[in-house]
């Protein structure tokens, strides 16, 4: 039963481990710095304290790592959330934005940004609008060609979304192969990670996110209907059509205000809402609060694990997931499969 006393409670606790895990995340890497001195040098604008470190480990925290962490934060919240968006739209735990299409359809756009960057780039926005409108694009494409009548059958939703998946994949290889002098720019943002991003990324994604993640907990009534089929949702007065087109296209902001400022980055919207789920259950109104700060943590985590585990190189985050996340599909696969 639902108590929103409880949603507090749980969202409270998530929210202290979430900055402890950014805490943590700060002094990590290649120079460590202390707990005491990250917190020193985090609060000196507010506490005038003497200082007691230097300007280049000052420069790291501020200027470096702590923006990282944010955008990691922001990143993972956006995926997670679509990842339980759409798992809540199709009834199924395997639905997920880079499956279905929609983080290849949105770095389509974002690679365009990046080949002719300089006709495209009229504002600090044009990346991730014209990775919202790539994105948005892909998944009705993908939604209508896996359509049979007025059914979504999961078997041929993720076909359907695999399939066009690697034809976009296709033409932002082709368009890597063209870019010239941005050929490996492209290719480590395809592979998705946060390195060299600072506090304008951040600026980017920080409005998408805002608005996805508002929406989506407003809206935890309507996917509780709709985890119960169509007519049942129409029965309990919920619009469905509307619903799922709303669902569709906060998933595809969300997920390309992600793609366009790390890359891509999958599986977590897949991992995340499925864990999530086994802890809290099945109700959106908990489901969607928990999987803001369980994304957060998860990729905070993982960049940290990126960052440090092959020092002073970076493991690119976006393999990290990747190597974490087929392993889960499959078994995601092969539990659900009677149920396809």
């Not at 976009?168 to 946060?194: D, P, R, V």
Request: aromatic share 10%.
């Amino acid at each position: 039963m639902y108590k929103r006393r409880d949603t507090v409670i749980i969202s409270a606790g998530l929210f202290l481990l979430t900055l402890i895990v950014m805490l943590f995340s700060v002094g990590m890497g290649e120079s460590n710095i202390g707990a005491e001195k990250v917190i020193a040098i985090l609060t000196e604008p507010f506490t005038h304290q003497a200082q007691f470190w230097t300007d280049g480990e000052a420069t790291i925290i501020r200027g470096i790592r702590l923006p990282r962490i944010i955008l990691g934060a922001l990143v993972g919240i956006c995926l997670a959330i679509s990842g339980a968006a759409l798992q809540s739209l199709f009834r199924n735990p395997m639905a997920d934005p880079f499956i279905l299409g929609i983080s290849n359809g949105a770095a389509l756009g974002a690679t365009i940004v990046f080949v002719y960057g300089a006709a495209w780039a009229l504002s600090l926005y044009t990346l991730p609008i014209l990775s919202f409108i790539f994105g948005i694009i892909t998944i009705f494409l993908v939604y209508n060609v896996g359509k049979i009548g007025n059914r979504v059958p999961v078997n041929t939703l993720l076909l359907s979304g695999i399939a066009i998946s690697a034809f976009l994949s296709a033409i932002n290889s082709f368009m890597m192969f063209t870019g010239g002098q941005n050929f490996e720019q492209i290719m480590f943002w395809m592979m998705g990670g946060l390195s060299g991003r600072g506090w304008n990324y951040i600026w980017i994604i920080l409005p998408f996110a805002l608005i996805g993640v508002i929406s989506m907990i407003t809206m935890g009534r309507s996917m509780n209907a709709l985890m119960f089929g169509e007519e049942s949702a129409q029965y309990l007065g919920i619009e469905v059509e509307k619903q799922k087109k709303i669902l569709l296209v906060l998933t595809a902001l969300l997920t390309s205000a992600a793609v366009a400022v790390s890359g891509i980055i999958g599986f977590v919207g897949l991992i995340i809402p499925h864990i999530v789920r086994l802890l809290v259950g099945p109700d959106h109104r908990i489901l969607i609060p928990v999987s803001v700060f369980a994304g957060a943590i998860f990729l905070v985590l993982a960049d940290t694990f990126a960052r440090v585990v092959m020092s002073p190189a970076e493991l690119p985050l976006g393999i990290l997931t990747a190597m974490c996340g087929a392993p889960f599909f499959l078994y995601l696969l092969r539990s659900k499969r009677g149920e396809l």
